[in-house]
């Protein structure tokens, strides 16, 4: 579905990092910020919300760590005991190797996939670029035009040092 | 950006209470003694290596930052350059043990050594002299690195249009070689040779993991009571508290990792002369054995994992008590078993004497830190590292 957008470009980060807070102090909406690079402080600027990931990549560790202790214990005791090197059949040290490496390798990979799916990103993926300079020089603020009142946005940006301010509607999956 | 900086003043409560410690701890040492003096030997040696490390743990910090032009420790830098100033005492203290090596080390008495062919072959190195000469040489690099850096640190502070910065990394870099090999030398000296017919390559690297988990406890330590005490306001942020966090976490599981690449091994290959070492700690002190890993491991990896754990200076102070203690059981476990042994000695009461002299020895160490400091400016204002240490986003 087409939305119409307000776009103020900036060339300054620290502009754009004003104008964000301001914004968010008057109850602006932001619909999102293109940036050529990560501005510093610009995620809590704009209340973004920290992302779940950390706790995916717990769940998926724990997972991988009993994983592995599940597979070694059930193979080494219950499946096929045999003595190895004089240890008896449940030898925890000796586990501790394998347990490591599969609580990163299921923590690691769960974390890229799970990274992917909530950026909504997939190979091929075209993304939306309004204007070519915001992945060189410029930082596009956007608005949704249906949440914001135009006239008070344009003000509030050109305050704070915006070089363009123009409507243009896109799709925005 | 202008800053108003604070120095600091050494006096009144901290003063006080690090002098309370050093009398409680003087004290206890006594007892420690009076009750047995093998006991009394292994606290000292323990509690004086501890701290010698602490010390240590700062010329490790200047120099590996100094070599990488590192700026997260830019603002708070003077408190390990602080910690440095504890080695001249430290020395001191190690040289004290001289007189209690015949207790400690069982390769000092001639009649075990001649009758016993494996020590025979080691007394080329395991002699008294040398070792003498070995640990002078050890803390005659150690003070001159300290020294040196520091020099550089207050020289920068006078004319901060110099350039310092390839001094600092030229001397870094060959501190932190020369501070590789002496680490190495010192922890098979001082603890390893506690049993002689015993060996671990690795052990440098495991007493040098304790060293920094302890440094950046004390570190963090000081920098949130500094900000408690109104010092560094505006200066010392979250996101630096942070970074301390992240080392705390981070090495207490390099510290694990060592512990098991050792452990592992020894357990795995089952020869008698390796396994000696944890057989010894199974048998008498298993409970202080997986108290050990408890503190050590898994407290720290289950407080710090948050996130806002980090972050929040509480926690921070908790878990870095907690820490300092739990390596003091470590070193404590890594000398006293294979001496309690030859003398049949045994600790009275829990080890609250020696929590007691660990407290003293602790009080000397601020008292000796925090004189250093008062005398220093807080904050590198020389620096060309600290503005950009003072913008840290992590």
Not at chain 2, 359 to 380: D, E
């Amino acid at each position: 579905m087409k939305k119409d957008f307000i776009l103020a470009t900036f060339e300054d980060d620290r502009q754009v990092l004003a104008a964000t807070k301001k914004a968010r102090d008057k109850n602006m909406p932001i619909f999102d910020i293109y940036t050529p690079f990560p501005v510093h402080g610009l995620d809590e600027a704009m209340g973004i919300k920290r992302s779940i990931l950390p706790y995916v990549t717990l769940a998926a560790g724990i997972m991988g760590l009993m994983t592995a202790l599940a597979l070694q214990i059930y193979t080494n005791s219950v499946a096929w005991p045999v003595i190895v090197g004089g240890k008896p059949a449940n030898s925890i040290p000796a586990f501790i190797p394998i347990t490591f490496e599969l609580t990163v390798l299921f923590g690691a990979h769960t974390t890229v996939a799970a990274f992917l799916m909530l950026n909504k990103l997939y190979p091929g993926k075209k993304p939306h670029i309004f204007d070519p300079s915001q992945t060189c020089h410029s930082f596009i603020m956007a608005f949704d035009k249906s949440n914001v009142n135009a006239d008070e946005v344009s003000q509030l940006v050109k305050e704070h040092g915006a070089v363009e301010v123009k409507e243009e509607s896109a799709t925005i999956k | 950006m202008e800053l108003e900086i604070k120095n600091y003043e050494f006096s009144g409560g901290v003063k006080k209470t690090s002098l309370t410690l050093i009398a409680v701890g003087i004290v206890a040492m006594i007892a420690s003694f009076v009750i047995n003096p093998t006991v009394g030997w292994v606290d000292f040696l323990v509690n004086s290596f501890y701290f010698v490390l602490v010390g240590l743990s700062g010329i490790f910090f200047l120099t590996v930052t100094g070599v990488m032009q590192a700026s997260w420790i830019t603002p708070y830098k003077r408190i390990p350059e602080a910690m440095t100033k504890f080695l001249p005492i430290g020395f001191v203290l190690m040289l004290a043990t001289y007189f209690g090596l015949h207790t400690i080390y069982e390769w000092t008495h001639t009649e075990v050594v001649m009758n016993d062919a494996i020590l025979r072959e080691k007394t080329g190195y395991l002699n008294e002299t040398f070792y003498m000469i070995r640990m002078v040489a050890i803390f005659a690099i150690w003070i001159l690195i300290g020294r040196k850096m520091l020099n550089f640190s207050k020289e920068q502070d006078a004319n901060p249009e110099k350039d310092y910065q390839h001094g600092i990394m030229k001397t870094s870099a060959i501190g932190l070689i020369l501070f590789g090999l002496t680490i190495s030398v010192a922890s098979f000296d001082w603890v390893m040779s506690v049993e002689p017919h015993w060996f671990s390559t690795i052990f440098g690297v495991y007493i040098f993991a304790g060293m920094f988990v302890t440094g950046i406890c004390f570190v963090t330590l000081s920098v949130i009571k500094l900000r408690e005490w109104g010092y560094m306001q505006g200066i010392i942020t979250e996101d630096h508290l942070h970074d301390l966090g992240k080392w705390m976490f981070g090495i207490s599981v390099f510290w694990a990792y060592i512990w098991i690449s050792q452990y592992l091994l020894i357990w795995y290959a089952n020869i008698p002369e390796e396994t000696e070492y944890y057989v010894l700690r199974h048998h008498h002190w298993n409970g202080v054995f997986f108290l050990n890993l408890a503190i050590n491991f898994f407290t720290p990896f289950v407080l710090l994992l948050s996130r806002p754990a980090k972050r929040s200076p509480g926690r921070l102070k908790l878990v870095a008590c907690i820490l300092m203690v739990g390596h003091f059981i470590d070193l404590y476990l890594m000398v006293a078993p294979m001496v309690f042994e030859h003398h049949n000695a045994e600790i009275v009461g829990f080890g609250i004497l020696q929590f007691l002299s660990w407290l003293g020895f602790f009080g000397l160490f601020v008292l000796v830190v925090g004189k250093a400091l008062s005398k220093m400016n807080l904050v590198p204002t020389g620096d060309p590292n600290l503005e950009e240490g003072l913008h840290l986003h992590q």
